[in-house]
């Protein structure tokens, strides 16, 4: 399986795609005002302490004060948590990293079990353990790892207390690779723990990398071959990073000077355009509807016009296996994340049921992002959870439709007509007019005229004034106004 990364760069925004046999699976945009920061580490303030939720808001510096639960600053685990007003009070300095992005209405979520990536390996300053990712399974490559980041170690003399945990990238990785990076982060975080003593309360003491050098360093394995830079600066940065950091990958970059736009020759952004819309068509003719939701997503699957050859339980069949895969990439290149509800087409065969699951584990393995399908319920839906540490595509992309407010759905022609009604009603018993001038859509008027005629005749005399009608084009379907004349 071949796969390339492809990075877009313009002035004000740096985008990255993941490209899989010519298929595009994920996109990440990072815009030069709206910057992520997931992973950087902040002095902050403790403005707030909330005993009734275990938890307190600390001012990092952002609009929104950031938000962490005691679990987050103790080092014990489950009911053994101290209360959060025995680890934190207002106004203390508190040196904190972010977990989670702004999201919606939500702050930023904090914790202050601090840590420094790089490509093989997390360095964990303050936790003195070495863990190993769990999708390296093989117990052998895992003994292996360990005993490698224990000769480093001794190696380097290091004598502070501190941790390591080896990515899944560190999976076949050399040692003098893996003695690379814990150099590096070590490097890193002696510059970090200068700031600490000398910095205001709140202010910024690390940032993560930005996009470009960050996506290298978190998706670079062995399955890329090419990494293609469309700017000549941003292609300069990943040189050094990778000369730095990721030493015998230089032959994988590659700088882009075509004029016709990368992401146009991969087709990125038709598959961008498609992932903004709420149904996704499935080669055999079924279709998936995806809503996303603050609580949770919910995904719909559907025959639509597949009929299938068979019988209908196979055609079911067929379908929820292939909406299985399409589900995975979807939630991949959206970046779906939180509670996901699967409401898959219903199974009689138990068999079928079972397979149709692992098809999905299966296509999730490949994501980055850590899911966990926890089973089908008695209404047979598949719950399941992802990651969420940043926007959606949408969020970043969207906001809500300023006609319907986000409903997705807006009043009809008909309903308005009759709320206009009423209001001419109210008008007519509050004020004394001569007429009445209702300013409306198109569409609106045009009933008003035509359907409603007969309504309107019958208020006119019910009122005794004439009402009359002017069409408001930038007005949406739910706008009008009553105006007494």
């Not at 600053?73 to 040196?95: C, F, K, N, T, Y």
């Given at each position: 399986m071949s796969e390339e990364i492809l990075v877009n760069v313009t002035p004000m925004e740096t985008r990255v795609a993941l490209v899989e046999n010519g298929v595009l699976q994920e996109v990440h945009i990072e815009r030069t005002l709206r910057r992520g920061i997931v992973g950087n580490i902040y002095k902050g303030k403790v403005v707030r302490?909330?005993?009734g939720m275990q938890a307190a808001f600390v001012d990092i510096g952002l609009e929104r004060a950031a938000f962490i639960h005691a679990s987050e600053?103790?080092?014990?685990?489950?009911?053994?948590?101290?209360?959060?007003?025995?680890?934190?009070?207002?106004?203390?300095?508190?040196?904190v990293q972010v977990t989670k992005d702004p999201i919606g209405t939500k702050?930023?979520?904090?914790?202050?079990?601090?840590?420094?990536?790089?490509?093989?390996?997390?360095?964990?300053?303050?936790?003195?353990?070495?863990?190993?990712?769990?999708?390296?399974?093989?117990?052998?490559?895992?003994?292996?790892?360990k005993q490698i980041v224990a000769r480093c170690v001794e190696q380097e003399a290091i004598a502070e207390p501190g941790g390591f945990i080896l990515r899944t990238a560190a999976e076949a990785a050399r040692e003098e690779d893996i003695l690379v990076d814990i150099r590096y982060v070590r490097r890193l975080w002696q510059q970090i723990s200068q700031q600490?003593?000398?910095?205001?309360?709140?202010?910024?003491?690390?940032?993560?990398?930005?996009?470009?050098?960050?996506?290298?360093?978190?998706?670079t394995s062995a399955r890329i071959e090419k990494v293609r830079v469309d700017s000549r600066?941003?292609?300069?940065?990943?040189?050094?990073?990778?000369?730095?950091?990721?030493?015998?990958?230089?032959?994988?970059?590659?700088?882009?000077?075509?004029?016709?736009?990368?992401?146009?020759l991969y087709g990125v952004e038709d598959e961008i355009q498609k992932a903004m819309e709420r149904k996704v068509i499935l080669?055999?003719?079924?279709?998936?509807?995806?809503?996303?939701?603050?609580?949770?997503?919910?995904?719909?699957?559907?025959?639509?016009?597949?009929?299938?050859?068979?019988?209908?339980?196979?055609?079911?069949?067929?379908?929820?296996?292939?909406?299985?895969?399409?589900?995975?990439?979807?939630?991949?290149?959206?970046?779906?994340?939180?509670?996901?509800?699967i409401d898959f087409i219903d199974m009689e065969d138990a068999e079928h049921q079972r397979q149709v699951l692992r098809t999905l584990?299966?296509?999730?393995?490949?994501?980055?992002?850590?899911?966990?399908?926890?089973?089908?319920?008695?209404?047979?839906?598949?719950?399941?959870?992802?990651?969420?540490?940043?926007?959606?595509?949408?969020?970043?992309?969207?906001?809500?439709?300023?006609?319907?407010?986000?409903?997705?759905?807006?009043?009809?022609?008909?309903?308005?007509?009759?709320?206009?009604?009423?209001?001419?009603?109210?008008?007519?018993?509050?004020?004394?007019?001569?007429?009445?001038?209702?300013?409306?859509?198109?569409?609106?008027v045009d009933r008003l005229l035509d359907e409603e005629s007969g309504n309107v005749a019958d208020l006119e005399v019910f009122i005794e004034r004439p009402i009359r009608f002017q069409v408001e084009t930038m007005y949406t379907q739910e706008q009008y106004d009553v105006v007494p004349m």
């Open positions: 302490v909330l005993p600053i103790s080092d014990r685990e489950g009911s053994a948590v101290e209360p959060i007003s025995a680890l934190v009070h207002e106004g203390q300095a508190l040196v702050g930023a979520r904090l914790t202050t079990h601090l840590s420094v990536p790089s490509r093989f390996l997390v360095y964990m300053p303050k936790t003195p353990h070495v863990g190993i990712s769990l999708k390296i399974e093989e117990e052998a490559e895992r003994e292996r790892l600490l003593n000398s910095a205001p309360s709140p202010s910024v003491i690390y940032e993560d990398l930005p996009l470009a050098l960050r996506t290298l360093r978190d998706l600066e941003t292609f300069q940065k990943v040189e050094q990073f990778v000369q730095e950091l990721m030493p015998g990958c230089e032959d994988r970059l590659e700088h882009y000077p075509g004029e016709r736009p990368i992401f146009d080669k055999s003719g079924g279709h998936l509807v995806i809503d996303q939701t603050e609580a949770m997503t919910t995904i719909d699957v559907n025959t639509g016009a597949f009929v299938g050859h068979r019988n209908l339980e196979e055609t079911i069949f067929k379908t929820n296996l292939e909406a299985a895969t399409a589900i995975a990439r979807q939630l991949r290149l959206r970046n779906l994340g939180g509670i996901i509800i584990e299966k296509q999730l393995e490949r994501d980055h992002a850590k899911t966990n399908i926890i089973g089908i319920t008695e209404l047979g839906l598949v719950q399941m959870t992802r990651k969420r540490t940043r926007e959606s595509l949408e969020q970043i992309l969207c906001e809500p439709c300023p006609c319907c407010s986000g409903r997705g759905i807006q009043k009809t022609a008909e309903s308005v007509c009759y709320e206009i009604f009423r209001e001419i009603l109210r008008e007519a018993r509050a004020y004394q007019a001569e007429a009445y001038m209702v300013l409306a859509s198109q569409a609106v």
